[in-house]
């Protein structure tokens, strides 16, 4: 079982509608969850974090955590063309002073004019 | 200001070359990071320092030598590579709390021939 899953895609959604993005996670321990987005060739932006169960937006963008069932998501509404990139679900344990951070393989988003 | 400063942005190098790879924030973090991401596939971490202590090590091979001479700065020495470590490596770091949010550099596009 890999430690971060997401489902590959390519997600496919026209523009404006409501992109779910979703993330299971295998280590009950993790603390802290990110959602980063990444355009071709680019490195890493940081869209959305979340630390406690339910939701929390900012924006376009809500990120929703569920720590029982070990799963994190994130919606776009109102998608864009210029949303469309790699979206990495990225899981955190903190452990005496270390962080250990685990990305999922990425959600590949495409919208479509 | 979120920004960590990666150069060179571009780095060809034949496997018999020595050469560093630089990283600098100012955003008084006190953990840094170095992952390596091939095309297609997440970010893989590589080493972490903490307090200017390496602190993670993910069995990365010794021709990869990382270094932390103070806390705004990190260092990747690389020698006698092989083809297979041409990669995106990106730098990030963070506050060495357990939240973690990571903010990336631009990244070095390494290629080895």
């Known amino acids: 079982q890999k430690e971060v899953e997401q489902n590959s895609g390519p997600l496919s959604v026209p523009e404006g509608a409501i992109a779910s993005l979703n993330c299971t996670y295998s280590?009950?321990?993790?603390?802290?969850f990110f959602w980063y987005r990444q355009y071709s060739g680019k490195s890493p932006e940081l869209i959305m974090f979340i630390y406690s169960n339910g939701d929390k937006e900012d924006g376009r963008f809500t990120a929703q955590l569920n720590k029982a069932s070990q799963y994190v998501s994130l919606l776009i509404r109102d998608s864009q063309p210029s949303d469309s990139a790699t979206y990495l679900c990225?899981?955190?344990?903190?452990?005496?002073?270390?962080?250990?951070?685990?990305f999922g393989a990425g959600t590949r988003l495409t919208v479509k004019p | 200001d979120t920004e960590v400063t990666q150069t060179p942005k571009h780095l060809v190098m034949g496997m018999t070359n020595k050469k560093s790879l630089k990283c600098e924030q100012h955003m008084g973090h006190r953990a840094m990071y170095w992952y390596k991401q091939k095309a297609k596939k997440p970010p893989e971490l590589m080493f972490v320092?903490?307090?200017?202590?390496?602190?993670i090590n993910e069995s990365v091979p010794s021709r990869f030598s990382p270094e932390c001479p103070n806390s705004s700065l990190l260092n990747l020495h690389l020698h006698a590579l092989q083809p297979e470590d041409s990669a995106l490596y990106l730098c990030?770091?963070?506050?060495?709390?357990?939240?973690?949010?990571?903010?990336f550099g631009a990244g070095t596009r390494l290629s080895v021939l």
């Open positions: 990030a770091s963070s506050q060495a709390l357990a939240k973690n949010i990571q903010y």
């Open positions: 990225a899981v955190n344990k903190y452990i005496i002073g270390n962080n250990d951070m685990r």
């Open positions: 280590d009950r321990g993790s603390q802290s």
């Open positions: 320092y903490s307090y200017e202590k390496l602190s």
